[in-house]
């Protein structure tokens, strides 16, 4: 069964900190790993989608990477506004894009 | 584009209502989700569409709840008789698209949040 845990559950950083979130996975066939970033009472966002591993994307202060078994996703120097729910989610070979199987989320949360 | 349009924003029922929601997806956009989540389940797929078809649902919960799609630029998810546990935000979203390919990016209305009484 596909599954996808992430982690840590939560993350309190200072402006500046930078730290990294993990996302590992079991899918039976990868298509694809995406990261979308989800602000309160809005939907979830697209950043980054992955297809295989030592594939990395950067934007902005996000890098994201893959290895066969994880992802993480690297801030860098984070700034308040890039507080929020980050979410990781797979896309296995055998289903139609758009079909993901998501993680529960890191929520991030950056102080001034 | 204006994004994926969701109505109502907020919708507080009594159990054993019939609630609709309603989407519109993005211009062109050829297949269209419906996701629920729960601080519970998280993020889950209830139903999909290809070209105005429901293709998979498998994730719909349950015969109270049905969706359609009568064409290309509305969907609605209906949940009939709704019940406390229906209590959560459903999300519409559409898929990218790159010339004819479908890009495999969801994008996300900003949600209708449900409370069932």
């Known amino acids: 069964e596909d599954q996808v845990t992430q982690s840590p559950e939560a993350l309190r950083l200072q402006e500046g900190e930078s730290s990294s979130l993990n996302c590992s996975y079991t899918v039976s066939g990868l298509r694809g790993l995406f990261w979308y970033r989800q602000d309160p009472g809005k939907g979830p966002e697209f950043l980054f989608t992955l297809y295989s591993a030592g594939e990395e994307k950067e934007k902005e202060r996000l890098k994201a990477t893959l290895t066969k078994k994880e992802s993480f996703l690297h801030i860098t120097a984070p700034k308040p506004e890039d507080s929020a729910t980050y979410l990781c989610a797979v896309q296995p070979h055998t289903d139609s894009w758009g079909k993901l199987q998501f993680g529960a989320g890191t929520q991030v949360v950056v102080t001034p | 584009d204006a994004g994926v349009i969701q109505s109502p924003r907020h919708e507080v029922t009594e159990m054993g209502q019939e609630v609709t929601l309603r989407c519109k997806p993005i211009s062109g956009h050829n297949s269209l989700f419906w996701y629920r989540q729960t601080m519970m389940r998280g993020l889950e797929l209830l139903i999909y569409f290809n070209n105005n078809v429901p293709i998979d649902d498998s994730g719909m919960p349950e015969d109270r709840f049905s969706a359609k799609m009568p064409n290309a630029s509305f969907s609605t998810l209906k949940i009939q008789p709704s019940e406390p546990r229906d209590s959560a935000v459903y999300f519409c979203?559409?898929?990218?698209?790159?010339?004819?390919?479908?890009?495999?990016?969801?994008?996300f209305g900003e949600g209708s949040r449900l409370t069932v009484l």
């Open positions: 979203a559409s898929i990218g698209r790159r010339g004819e390919v479908d890009t495999g990016e969801l994008f």
